[in-house]
């Protein structure tokens, strides 16, 4: 059996999964499972993109890093560091 952890939602959305599951005869957890895969697969190009600029800061060393977690650019993060 697979494992179980509680998600948050709001209430309007727990009764579309109530109404989804009893509509389709499926069981909430099978309702949202399989609209967690629909979404990633209609979002794969911007978790793709995603992971390509996670992968550049990685590669950019601490520099890099830091401007891809802060939002700033490498330039910037450069100057407030002191340019080291």
Request: proline share 5%.
């Amino acid at each position: 059996m697979p494992s179980q952890s509680p998600i948050k939602v709001s209430p309007e959305t727990k009764e579309q999964i109530r109404i989804a599951a009893a509509v389709l005869g499926r069981s909430q957890s099978e309702v949202v499972g399989e609209a967690v895969c629909e979404y990633v697969k209609s979002h794969a190009q911007e978790f793709q993109r995603g992971l390509e600029e996670a992968r550049e800061a990685l590669a950019g060393g601490d520099v890099g890093l830091v401007a891809f977690l802060t939002g700033a650019t490498p330039e910037q993060v450069k100057r407030i560091r002191g340019g080291r």
